[in-house]
């Protein structure tokens, strides 16, 4: 069981920077991965970025050198700091959490964010 809540979409022209934040109700170093995908109009949901409880790092190659993610522990929160947007990055922004259960069976569980609108435009 875990609760997301999104914050620091808005508006951007293109070339400039957006901080997105996403808030737990629990200890992020319990949860297996957090990351953050984002869907635009017509597409797909897709993974934008994603980092391990124990810090490992992955991002979609459309986005490889302008966005970072990150996490404070402290905080329960992960952070996705945007560089360089252009307008195709105009998206809505999931904030996601995975959690793997062990007992008999290996389980994955996935949570949500309520999302956030991300638009680039001049």
């Known amino acids: 069981q875990v609760q997301l809540v999104e914050s620091g979409g808005g508006l951007v022209q293109p070339g400039g920077s957006l901080r997105l934040s996403c808030s737990a109700s629990r200890s992020i170093s319990s949860i297996n991965a957090m990351g953050w995908y984002r869907q635009a109009p017509g597409k797909e949901r897709e993974l934008v970025a994603r980092?391990?409880?124990?810090?490992?790092?992955n991002y979609a190659d459309s986005v490889k050198g302008r966005f970072t993610i990150s996490r404070d522990n402290a905080k329960n929160t992960v952070y996705l700091q945007m560089n360089s947007l252009s307008p195709e990055d105009t998206a809505v922004y999931f904030c996601?959490?995975?959690?793997?259960?062990?007992?008999?069976?290996?389980?994955?569980?996935?949570?949500w964010g309520q999302g956030t609108q991300v638009t680039v435009s001049s």
């Open positions: 996601n959490a995975r959690t793997v259960v062990l007992g008999y069976f290996r389980n994955e569980y996935d949570y």
């Open positions: 980092i391990t409880s124990g810090g490992t790092t």
